[in-house]
């Protein structure tokens, strides 16, 4: 399992994705993959760093683990910022026009449906949140 703390802020995203993807590219995961993962993961992040300590700045830690039979990429987030399950929120209506469709959720929503699992828990005041995508 590889490890990477890092300060929780939007230009930090890019070396977060830096380092999941030379974690993928041992294992010789596909392209598209791949990409799915580093949408899903700009996305997570982003979040954390956006509102998980809103006005103040933390730290967040992703931890990458790759695990066999299927092949398998687990990717964690924690965080202590402020407790929030962001799978709690219904699914936003991506049946009405955009212009009728309240702004967020859908960066959650496409996580959901490209990760193969997304789960959420609270524990000892941290916000831990995995996803897995065979690879």
Excluded: W
Excluded at 63 to 73: C, N
């Amino acid at each position: 399992m590889k490890e990477l703390t890092i300060e929780a802020k939007p230009e930090n995203t890019d070396e977060v994705i830096a380092f999941i993807d030379e974690q993928l590219e041992k294992y010789g995961c596909g392209m598209r993959e791949q990409m799915a993962i580093d949408v899903a993961v700009d996305e997570l992040f982003v979040n954390i760093a956006n509102y998980a300590y809103s006005p103040e700045t933390g730290y967040a830690t992703v931890l990458v683990d790759v695990l066999k039979e299927p092949l398998t990429v687990e990717i964690t987030f924690i965080d202590d910022g402020k407790q929030y399950d962001p799978l709690t929120n219904e699914d936003p209506d991506t049946s009405l026009p955009l212009e009728e469709r309240p702004i967020g959720g859908l960066g959650i929503l496409i996580v959901k449906k490209t990760m193969d699992v997304v789960n959420y828990e609270y524990k000892d005041g941290k916000n831990i949140l995995t996803i897995k995508k065979h690879i």
